[in-house]
């Protein structure tokens, strides 16, 4: 978990002109993201690099009201993206792996046994997400040729971990979320 953690942090700082596309070259960031909803936070916004059109790097940063939460909770995201698929040019189908930093007050979520008793409590500063996404390239008869929309499907690793382990308790779409973005390009 550190080496990805590092490993996004490097990649995030550090452009080189390999990394480069012929569409990005000499850019640093190449696009900025807003998202709803998700394990990010209930808002969240961010920048991004793209290093190759199978892999993307994106810095986000989400926040949960206390509205919405016992308490206002601020977190920072390094969202990694690897392309898997495109049925389109205008379409792409991507995995992501993001590591999470919870800021805010501390957050502690159960770990449930198959009883569904809540029987340890811990501070989860750093997690890993796992989603699968997919994105929309907005047509320029819109006149949105710097757009695109995408959703992802994810769950916290920590609760796949205790899906798996406490099989047939805890149903799978109660652990999961839904997040639906824009992305702008430069």
Same mark, same amino acid.
């Given at each position: 978990?550190?080496?990805?953690?590092?490993?996004?942090?490097?990649? +995030?700082?550090?452009?080189?002109?390999?990394?480069?596309?012929?569409?990005?070259?000499?850019?640093?960031?190449?696009?900025?993201?807003?998202?709803?909803?998700?394990?990010?936070?209930?808002?969240?916004?961010?920048?991004?690099?793209?290093?190759?059109? /199978?892999?993307?790097?994106?810095?986000?940063?989400?926040?949960?009201?206390?509205?919405?939460?016992?308490?206002?909770?601020?977190? @920072?995201?390094?969202?990694?993206?690897?392309? +898997?698929?495109?049925?389109?040019?205008?379409?792409? @189908?991507?995995?992501?792996?993001? @590591?999470?930093?919870?800021?805010?007050?501390? =957050? /502690?979520?159960?770990?449930?046994?198959?009883?569904?008793?809540?029987? =340890? =409590?811990?501070?989860?500063?750093?997690?890993?997400?796992?989603?699968?996404?997919?994105?929309?390239?907005?047509?320029?008869? /819109?006149?949105?040729?710097?757009?695109? @929309?995408?959703?992802?499907?994810?769950?916290?690793?920590? /609760?796949?971990?205790?899906?798996?382990?406490?099989?047939?308790?805890?149903?799978?779409?109660?652990?999961?979320?839904?997040? +639906?973005?824009?992305?702008?390009?430069?």
């Amino acid at each position: 978990m550190k080496a990805l953690f590092l490993f996004s942090l490097i990649s +995030f700082l550090s452009v080189s002109s390999y990394a480069s596309t012929e569409k990005n070259e000499g850019r640093y960031l190449d696009y900025a993201k807003g998202q709803f909803a998700g394990e990010i936070g209930f808002l969240s916004v961010g920048v991004g690099k793209k290093f190759s059109d /199978w892999y993307q790097l994106t810095g986000m940063y989400g926040y949960v009201p206390p509205a919405i939460d016992v308490d206002d909770i601020h977190t @920072i995201a390094f969202k990694n993206d690897f392309t +898997f698929y495109r049925p389109h040019q205008d379409i792409s @189908i991507y995995f992501d792996a993001t @590591i999470l930093i919870v800021l805010g007050e501390k =957050y /502690w979520p159960a770990l449930y046994n198959k009883n569904m008793t809540p029987f =340890y =409590y811990y501070n989860s500063g750093v997690e890993g997400i796992l989603s699968f996404g997919t994105s929309y390239e907005l047509p320029k008869k /819109w006149g949105a040729e710097h757009f695109s @929309i995408y959703t992802e499907y994810g769950v916290l690793a920590q /609760w796949l971990y205790f899906y798996v382990d406490n099989y047939g308790v805890v149903p799978f779409f109660d652990i999961t979320t839904l997040t +639906f973005g824009v992305n702008y390009k430069f």
